[in-house]
């Protein structure tokens, strides 16, 4: 696949590899993978069984449905529920549990559940069905809240006003500061997410190296992107340096997209806190509607219980979240808490590091041993 | 605290065993259903189905022949003859996608799970049911397929019939059918027969159907011409257990694909699955929408194409008597059977990895970016 296989050569990575063994002979180097894409890549490509054992993995924040807290998903539960409603969701939001189950439930029991595959899809669904109220569940990071603002905005030119947005984006730097002060972690570099840096560019993360005195590599999501980026970690940490580099140039320019930056500040402004999963709240980190789009806000329209429900006891989601517990240190790991039958949100999404680990990585340590596949002409 | 880290993870490995195992011990356990109420993941042929239909359908109807959960029957007759009996609904949607609709699948689909238990499809029962309003030209158009299909696969439909439901009670129309075959005296397929070492091959490229239909429906927004590989295998089977005649075990992978076939027969057999990567055949397109969708090509669904498992000593037979059949061109040995780990399948990647390949949970739902 053009641009796709240039990036997966196993001779490539070979050569990137023996540098990387080369320079993390002399001791252990851990490094956090921000985003969820990463962790995802990781575990399908087999990344962690060929890197050698001095360089270890831990899986971060950055899946955008991993964060979303129980309460959240309740309220969507309610909305989708009221009579008349059509509600809207991303695939992979649909089996994340709230308290009261997941909106896969909800719709079994007779809700309205649709999955969409962006939000334009939903507007368009509300401007096929004028008799209806649709609502799109937007989630994400800096990666996707420009194109529900970019929706918002149309619903607005169109005078669509049976579409509304319930809002939980978020944004990718605070949580950072959150994992970078709590007092049990311990890392040598992050990978930076490389999606996310397409829309707000590289200069956010100055202060990793700054105040926290840590490297961060922004990194691509094919498997050369990722030992590429590990490689220019263990470089700076080798040459005595520490800074912000850009392994992702391809797509991430240094200021980022000032269009798609200008468009979320025209249609979203900060809220003062936010509830995180297993994090807890951060302030200033999630984003609303601006006051001019209120007609657009379903959380002013529509009566949800607004109530924050705590995290299982038995989930230690947070622990995973911030790398300080791989997932199957976790104590309901992968007996109580499945990919069937998810406890915490990890479980829930196939980049939640624990869903990862669980579906690919159980036997990252057995050993690969090529098959034998006779005489069979490969096919091209 | 640039420097190298400290804490010792290395002393972590045994720790990491241990829970490992105690995931596998949960692991085969019988899945369990906990719903009250029906969802789609119980339709998506995954871990939900296999817990409905234990619960549900086998407590209540238990016998031998069921037991197996095959996708048909094998009956004995009073003279010492052995017939193929299967039944299978299409509910596609939409009903016509390139190169197919559902009447040529309603007819395939049912062919398909003869043949793979080595018989040779002989007659289809054929059942309606349409909903109220439904347009007679697109109900004529869909039969004539299924007329085709039929022809095309040497089967005759010998018995059918029709039921019209309020509007809105059902989608269009809805057919099922159901086949008999007769298995020639001496083929034996079963998964239990299955021993490491075997070569496991699939006869054509992966995926096709599935993101057809995806692309079919609309939604997506993607131009793409691929056409559904939808087609009758009595044949290709017949010609696989002429060139291989110890054949071991043969599946269509359609709803749940290819990784969902090798998971069945690695948990029935109890044995390991190896493939490797670099040898899957899949046409660039279907793994560029993949790509996109963020799905894996081993979990979509195929129509017209077969996994077999065949003794080392016969998969150069096996491959050359695919390859020279038309619909098995691009049939290619994917991998081998071994020991160790039973009940799992492993992919080795292009990368030099590896991963687990596991079953599906539910339906497979898009990731978010």
Redesign the interface.
């Known amino acids: ?2 641009f ?1 296989d240039e990036y ?1 050569d ?1 001779a490539a ?2 050569q990137i590899l023996s540098h990387i063994t080369d320079l993390a002979k ?5 490094f956090m993978e921000v985003c969820g ?1 990463h962790t ?1 890549t990781i ?8 890197l050698p ?2 360089v ?1 993995l831990v899986h971060g924040p950055g899946c ?2 991993c964060v979303i807290p129980m309460g959240r998903v309740d309220d969507a539960i309610a909305v989708a529920e009221t009579p008349g409603v059509i509600f809207t969701s ?6 994340v549990p709230g308290g009261n189950g997941n909106l ?2 909800a ?3 007779g809700a309205d559940v649709r ?3 962006s939000p334009l ?1 939903a507007l368009r669904i509300a401007m096929a069905n004028p008799d209806k109220k649709v609502v799109f569940f937007a ?2 990071f800096e ?2 809240a420009p194109s529900t603002a970019v929706t918002v905005m149309k619903a607005m030119q169109k005078g669509v006003t049976n579409f509304s947005l319930f809002c939980n984006h978020v944004t990718i730097v605070p949580p950072l500061k959150a994992i970078l002060d709590s007092p049990d972690l ?4 992050f990978l930076g997410p490389g ?1 996310v840096s397409t829309v707000i560019g590289n200069r956010p993360y100055r202060f990793v190296p700054q105040q926290y ?3 961060l590599v922004t990194a691509g999501f094919e ?1 050369l992107d990722i030992l590429q980026a590990i490689l220019m970690l263990l470089r ?2 080798d040459e005595g340096r ?1 800074e912000v580099e850009n392994q992702y140039t391809r797509a991430v320019p240094e200021h980022g997209n000032p269009k798609a930056l200008e468009i979320l500040a025209e249609v979203f402004e900060l809220r003062p806190h936010f509830e995180w999963r297993g994090l807890g709240f951060i302030s200033q980190s999630a984003l609303k509607l601006r006051e001019k789009y209120a007609a657009w806000d379903a959380e002013l329209l529509y009566e949800v219980p607004g109530v924050r429900v705590a995290d299982p006891k038995a989930c230690q989601c947070g622990e995973v979240l911030k790398g300080v517990i ?1 997932p ?2 976790c104590k309901v ?3 109580a808490c ?4 998810p406890i915490g949100t990890c479980m829930v ?3 939640g590091a624990c869903a990862a680990y ?9 050993q ?9 002409p ?2 091209v | ?7 010792g ?2 002393q ?2 045994a ?2 065993d241990e ?2 195992e ?2 596998e011990a ?2 085969r356990r019988r ?1 369990k259903l ?2 009250e ?5 119980h339709g998506a042929g995954g ?2 189905s296999a817990a409905l239909i234990d619960a549900v359908f086998l407590e209540a109807f238990r016998n031998k022949s069921l037991e197996t959960m095959a996708d048909g029957a094998v009956l004995e007759l009073p003279g010492g003859d052995r017939v193929a009996f299967s039944t299978d609904g299409y509910v596609v949607k939409p009903r016509r996608f390139p190169g197919g609709s559902v009447g040529d699948l309603a007819v395939n689909g049912t062919v398909n799970d003869l043949a793979m238990m080595g018989a040779v499809p002989q007659w289809l029962s054929a059942s309606f049911i349409i909903e109220d309003g439904f347009s007679i030209t697109e109900l004529r158009d869909l039969v004539a397929d299924m007329a085709a299909a039929a022809r095309k696969a040497g089967v005759q439909i010998v018995t059918g019939d029709t039921k019209v439901v309020n509007k809105g009670a059902c989608d269009g129309v809805y057919i099922t059918t159901a086949g008999v075959g007769v298995i020639p005296a001496g083929i034996r397929l079963d998964a239990k027969s299955v021993r490491p070492g075997d ?1 496991v091959l699939v006869s054509g490229k992966i995926g096709d159907h599935g993101v057809a239909v995806l692309i079919a429906r609309g ?3 993607l131009e793409a011409d691929i056409p559904t590989d939808s087609a009758p295998l009595g044949e290709l089977v017949e010609h696989l257990l002429a060139a291989a005649p110890n054949t071991r075990f043969l599946r269509d992978p359609t709803r749940g694909g290819v990784a969902t076939v090798l998971n069945e027969l690695a948990r029935e057999a109890e044995v390991a699955v ?3 990567e ?4 899949i046409r ?1 397109i279907v ?2 929408a993949c ?1 996109i ?2 799905i894996d090509p081993l979990y979509v669904a195929n129509e017209g194409k077969l996994v077999a498992v065949v003794p ?1 000593e016969e ?2 037979a096996a ?1 050359a008597a695919l390859q020279a059949h038309p619909f098995g061109v ?1 049939a ?5 059977i ?1 020991d160790d ?1 039973p009940g ?1 399948v ?1 992919l ?9 390949v ?1 079953m599906l ?2 339906d497979p ?5």
């Open positions: 696949m053009k796709v997966r196993p990575a070979r002399d001791g252990h180097y851990k894409g995802h575990y399908k490509h087999g990344i962690e069984n060929v054992e001095t270890e955008p449905v991303f695939g992979d939001m649909m089996r896969l439930e719709k079994a029991r999955m969409v595959y899809d989630v994400g990666t996707t311990r890392l040598n570099g999606h005195g840590l490297p498997p700076q940490i520490c791989k199957w240190e790991f992968g007996t499945t990919p069937e039958t999404s196939s980049e669980y579906n690919y990585g159980r036997f990252t340590k057995h690969t041993v090529p098959v034998e596949l006779g005489r069979t490969q096919p | 605290m640039t420097g190298p880290g400290d804490d993870s290395r972590d490995y720790h990491e829970v490992l105690r995931i949960w692991r899945p906990k719903d109420f029906i969802n789609s993941a871990k939900a070569k939604d997506l927004a190896v493939m490797q670099s040898a899957l055949p660039n793994n560029g790509e969708l963020g080392a998969v150069d491959l691009d290619a040995v994917i991998g081998e071994r780990p799992i492993i080795n990647t292009i990368f030099g990895g590896n991963r687990i596991d949970v539910g739902l898009p990731r978010i970016c």
